[in-house]
């Protein structure tokens, strides 16, 4: 059975840097069947894509967060991860880790989901 | 960037009530459209993809309909296990984007 599972600092310093690894097992990463992606959900408020990753590690972001995000794969150790630069208190959140369908012409739906990380940006 | 509408933002519905969410899409992305149900401290399991599409495992009692630019989803008699936020997500050419969210309280 898939499992996603999110790792990380819980708290991130104004300006520094937000690093989370999402931990796969029950399937690898580099099956060309899925995408893998990143979306968060500041406390009370709704979901925002991140941004997914193919298995060929080819990447695609949210326009708004794509000058500070980048997402990566590590194969061997099957797991990928999210950098966000020089956060701020706007970018509390918790943060999930998701599989991502693909389709001919676009990824799709997320299914199954991490449990989620909260990280708090504060001094 | 589509933006996508969701109505209403909360809904108060008694047990066996049909509910009835809409979710609107700034412009046509035919039926590439995800519903998520979210309870309360998990994360979101999905519900319905390809507009109407039923994930396995769902009950019947959802369903999802539409294209191009507007959809619904429905809970045809509500149960107290419903009672979650529940996310439309479109996911047209390697772009995606949610719904704000419809809360439904029992």
């Known amino acids: 059975q898939l499992q996603l599972q999110e790792s990380g600092p819980g708290l991130v310093k104004p300006s520094e840097t937000l690093s989370l690894t999402c931990t796969v097992s029950?399937?690898?990463?580099?099956?060309?069947?899925?995408?893998w992606g990143w979306i968060r959900q500041p406390p009370g408020k709704g979901l925002e894509w991140i941004g997914s990753?193919?298995?060929?590690?080819?990447?695609y972001y949210n326009p708004s967060l794509r000058n500070r995000v980048t997402i990566s794969m590590d194969t061997s150790n099957n797991h990928f991860s999210l950098r966000l630069n020089s956060v701020t208190a706007t970018d509390t959140a918790i943060y999930y880790c998701?599989?991502?369908?693909?389709?001919?012409?676009?990824?799709?739906?997320?299914?199954?989901w991490g449990q989620g990380t909260l990280v708090t940006v504060s001094s | 960037d589509i933006q996508m509408t969701q109505s209403p933002s909360t809904l108060s519905a008694s047990v066996g009530d049909r509910v009835t969410i809409t979710c609107r899409a700034s412009?046509?992305?035919?039926?590439?459209l995800a519903w998520y149900q979210q309870k309360p401290g998990k994360a979101p399991q999905v519900l319905i993809y390809?507009?109407?599409t039923l994930e396995t495992g769902v009950p019947s009692r959802f369903s999802g309909s539409g294209s191009g630019t507007e959809f619904t989803l429905t809970i045809s008699s509500l149960h107290s296990d419903d009672l979650a936020t529940y996310y439309c997500?479109?996911?047209?050419?390697?772009?995606?984007?949610f719904g704000q969210g419809t809360k439904v309280e029992i």
């Open positions: 998701a599989r991502q369908y693909y389709l001919l012409l676009s990824f799709a739906w997320f299914d199954p």
């Open positions: 029950g399937d690898s990463i580099n099956s060309d069947s899925y995408f």
């Open positions: 990753l193919s298995y060929s590690g080819n990447t």
């Open positions: 412009e046509t992305i035919n039926t590439w």
């Open positions: 390809k507009a109407s």
């Open positions: 997500q479109h996911y047209k050419t390697y772009s995606l984007a």
